[in-house]
């Protein structure tokens, strides 16, 4: 068992790093193609850099801790298959309380999932964490009026339950298919 979890460790980080190599490839190929963008592209990348690592590790410290306090059937119960609607309701409230960027709720996304939590539970999460910010919802208030924020954040919710619903159904429906084997 062991030895097929580090196999398959071993193959994702060869994925990585091949994902990496053509990406870098692609940036020296498009900063010889444009190379007036060359300071832009190193300062906006630096930039990039610093900010991962000034967050980095403060979500490492709270993934951490969020595996230590939080069990897997606190995390099935409010977000796992039998969850329904309280399921839904809560995993927008996560990923609407906290600021920051996204990659930061895709460690905690992976949590949740290897906890039990449900595939549509995590999409809704991450949706919410990218569309729904408490201090967003404030400025469009502020900005654009109250009507307009409203409609928005109401929109927004239904398709991101649509949308959370319909990519699980996919995700089983496809987990359901037959896969085809050709013998030569």
């Known amino acids: 068992m062991k030895d097929n979890l580090?196999?398959?460790?071993?193959?994702?980080?060869?994925?990585?790093?091949?994902?990496l190599g053509v990406i870098l490839i692609i940036t020296v190929i498009l900063l010889s193609v444009f190379p007036d963008r060359k300071g832009a592209v190193i300062s906006t990348s630096w930039d990039f850099f610093i900010e991962m690592m000034l967050i980095l590790p403060a979500v490492m410290v709270i993934l951490g801790l969020f595996t230590v306090w939080v069990t897997k059937d606190i995390v099935v119960k409010y977000l796992g298959i039998t969850s329904g609607i309280k399921g839904i309701i809560i995993a927008i409230i996560l990923g609407a309380l906290p600021t920051g960027p996204l990659y930061i709720a895709f460690p905690m996304s992976?949590?949740?999932?290897?906890?039990?939590?449900?595939?549509?539970?995590i999409i809704v999460f991450l949706s919410a964490w990218a569309c729904i910010k408490i201090p967003q919802e404030m400025m469009e208030l502020q900005f654009l009026g109250g009507q307009f924020m409203l409609l928005r954040l109401i929109l927004t919710i239904i398709f991101v339950i649509i949308m959370g619903i319909s990519i699980e159904k996919i995700i089983e429906w496809d987990d359901k298919k037959p896969s085809i084997s050709i013998g030569v």
């Not at 580090?6 to 994902?19: S, T, V, W």
């Not at 992976?110 to 539970?121: C, Q």
């Open 6 to 19: 580090k196999e398959k460790q071993k193959k994702g980080m060869i994925r990585d790093l091949i994902i």
């Open 110 to 121: 992976s949590a949740l999932l290897e906890k039990g939590a449900k595939i549509s539970n």
